[in-house]
């Protein structure tokens, strides 16, 4: 059973910093390209950052470039993003997606919550 589990986020002041975590199951995680989206209410889902399977290689939305870091273990099976200098425009749920190229495979966490405000 696929699983990806995210942690992590909370409540911060803008200029704060949190690392949501993702823990993947169920998948052969190290065969799989790993992103960050978010979604705030009221508008679609958005990409945030990609990680090529075996970390060669990472791409940042405009919004977040310089500010946010994409990282991945797969001895862990987990993906992180570090997020810093948070604004209040990043508050979101934040979900970790799994794909392998060439497949039609697209995973989905359950979302975690980031708030950033005074």
């Known amino acids: 059973q696929v699983q990806l589990v995210e942690s992590g986020g909370g409540g911060v002041q803008p200029g704060g910093s949190l690392r949501l975590s993702c823990v993947a199951s169920?998948?052969?995680?190290?065969?799989?390209?790993m992103n960050w989206y978010r979604q705030a209410p009221g508008s679609e889902r958005e990409l945030v950052a990609v990680i090529s399977s075996c970390s060669s290689s990472t791409h940042y939305e405009d919004y977040v470039q310089g500010r946010f870091t994409i990282s991945r273990d797969n001895a862990k099976n987990t993906v992180y993003l570090q997020m810093n200098n948070l604004k209040p425009e990043d508050t979101a749920v934040y979900y970790c997606?799994?794909?392998?190229?060439?497949?039609?495979?697209?995973?989905w966490g359950q979302g975690t919550q980031v708030t950033v405000s005074t």
């Open positions: 997606n799994a794909r392998k190229i060439g497949t039609t495979d697209n995973y």
């Open positions: 169920g998948f052969t995680f190290s065969r799989y390209t």
